[in-house]
């Protein structure tokens, strides 16, 4: 997109003591701010992609002109009141009205949940996500943000999974980006600048290692796979593409 855009999110922690607002709205805070880095390719580890880049043909970082902030407009941040009746929640970034569920989110919002999913999962969210619906995009409770999080509130980033990657990754999802993986070998992305990959990579693969499929450098460090956080660090310009034109989509559906 031309010209940049600032996304309010609301981000809601249904499970949370109120007790722990101050840390929660920090924790929030922390989150947006690393997402501000990556969707911008101003995250300090692009460096690692930087000096390891020239062996991958083509994958060069992108940057969506993109930015993020916690929803505080018309209101102080505060706790919705729907969401004290349902039992312990809180919600940082204040908005309009909202249903009764302690799972409440917003339509016209950015909403982000915090809560326990169970084990085996450190995040979901829609392919193409909708604003209007108020979808949101849920983390499980050791996969939100960075630091020693809010330990009274169960909310607590573990290793290594706690560099607040799993936003950054499933929000791709909600503003359309596929797997890099996606159809493994045979299969695409639907993006041209990331190479086929022979399947899904975890942990922390050597930069330069080859992909069985493409007989080249594998992107292993990309977002929209499923490495370690320290290991995942750049979207291609192509991705970037693909988020900047999708919110061109939905930004009529933002409350202003
Ligand atoms: N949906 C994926 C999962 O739950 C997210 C993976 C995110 N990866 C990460 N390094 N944070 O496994
Ligand atoms: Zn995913
Ligand atoms: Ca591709």
Excluded at 101 to 110: K, L, Q, V
Excluded at 144 to 166: K, M, Y
Aim: hydrophobic share 35%.
């Amino acid at each position: 997109r031309a010209s940049s855009i600032i996304i309010p999110v609301a981000v809601h922690y249904p499970e949370a003591n109120e007790a722990d607002r101050v840390c929660l709205e920090a924790l929030a805070q922390n989150q947006i701010d690393i997402l501000n880095a990556d969707y911008t390719a101003t995250n300090s580890d692009i460096a690692l992609w930087n000096s390891a880049s020239s062996n991958y043909h083509g994958s060069n970082s992108g940057a969506a002109n993109i930015y993020f902030c916690i929803a505080t407009m018309n209101h102080p941040v505060g706790v919705d009141p729907d969401m004290v009746e349902g039992g312990p929640a809180v919600t940082i970034g204040y908005n309009f009205g909202g249903g009764g569920s302690t799972d409440a989110t917003w339509g016209g919002y950015m909403n982000f949940l915090v809560k326990d999913i169970g084990g085996g999962l450190l995040g979901f969210s829609p392919l193409g996500g909708s604003i209007t619906n108020g979808d949101s995009v849920t983390m499980n409770l050791g996969a939100f943000g960075s630091g020693s999080g809010c330990p009274g509130s169960g909310i607590v980033p573990g290793a290594p999974f706690n560099l607040g990657r799993t936003v950054t990754h499933e929000l791709g999802h909600f503003y359309n980006l596929n797997h890099t993986f996606t159809g493994d070998c045979g299969g695409d992305d639907a993006i041209t600048d990331t190479p086929n990959i022979d399947s899904e990579n975890y942990g922390c693969p050597t930069p330069g290692s080859i992909d069985a499929c493409v007989y080249d450098n594998a992107l292993t460090m990309n977002y929209m796979d499923y490495t370690n956080d320290a290991c995942m660090y750049m979207f291609t310009q192509g991705q970037a593409s693909v988020v900047d034109a999708y919110i061109a989509t939905i930004q009529p559906q933002f409350k202003p």
